[in-house]
């Protein structure tokens, strides 16, 4: 039985993954997206958060469906609308893991 994913934002691990969402939303972040050719932007950032969330606490990234059906979860990591998964893999494979590494170690 998988144990569903309530934000606490009393827990450590939240606050830093709290820390995580506010870092992605930055104009400085999407910038470096958009240098990396990450795009688009703002579905960037919505999917980074979910494949973040992923795998700060050891789920796959099928937890999209208790993002989508976690109101909490969603207010957490500011997410308005309803993610596919299809969407998310089909992002993920658009990039290459070079681009990821890139964008990641020099934002």
Known sequence: MKLPVIPDEKDQK???LGEIVNKLET????KALARYKITPVNKAV???????????????????????????LRKFLRIDERIKLRSIYNFMSKFEAEQFVKFIFNS
């Open 46 to 72: 919505i999917f980074l958060k979910i494949i973040v969330l992923a795998l700060f606490f050891s789920l796959e990234i099928s937890a999209v469906g208790e993002v989508n059906n976690r109101y909490e």
């Open 27 to 30: 104009r400085e972040t999407k």
């Open 14 to 16: 939240w606050k830093i």
